[in-house]
């Protein structure tokens, strides 16, 4: 059965949306053991409520089978990177040291691989089962310079830091 999804209410802070978000993608997958589902449904709230400043939001899982590589997971937008190896690019540099990266201008960024040339921010959270490994890393770019900042970190993080433990 489709969930019906909340609305930002007139006036709501960044901080307050999160939370928001955040308490709905805990209903929404409370009970739920895929992780597929968990990202997808993470996903998709996620792109639902903060999109046209997030143009690509979605998930780069590792692979068992490669396991200093992330492949392409649930993600709402253009067509993504199919795998990115751990250290390049600003997705593998989150996945390499398990912390966000926030990066205001990705052309800047060393060895930035571009999936979108339109992307020109971009925020990159790692995402841990309750084991403490690494399962994915959420990736969210914006068409914007400087997209993010500490609302958009803490907020991400703290959806990220129940997804796949909750």
């Not at 409370?30 to 709230?45: D, I, K, M, N, Y």
């Not at 709402?76 to 989150?94: S, W």
């Not at 770019?141 to 959806?159: K, Y």
């Amino acid at each position: 059965m489709a969930e019906a999804l909340s609305t930002a209410p007139a006036g709501e802070a960044l901080a307050q949306a999160y939370a928001r978000v955040r308490d709905e993608i805990a209903a929404i997958v409370a009970g739920e053991t895929s992780e597929t589902a968990r990202l997808a449904t993470a996903a998709c709230v996620l792109a639902q409520n903060f999109t046209p400043r997030f143009f690509w939001t979605g998930f780069y899982a590792v692979d068992p089978l490669k396991p200093a590589e992330l492949v392409v997971g649930p993600y709402q937008g253009t067509l993504g990177c199919l795998r990115i190896p751990f250290g390049k690019g600003v997705c593998g540099a989150a996945a390499a040291s398990g912390e966000t990266q926030l990066v205001a201008d990705v052309h800047a960024f060393p060895g930035h691989i571009a999936c979108d040339s339109r992307s020109n921010s971009e925020i990159v959270v790692p995402v841990f089962r309750a084991d403490g490994s690494l399962a994915a890393v959420l990736d969210v770019d914006s068409e914007s310079l400087s997209a993010f900042g500490p609302d958009d970190r803490e907020g991400l993080e703290a959806i990220c830091a129940i997804l796949l433990t909750a």
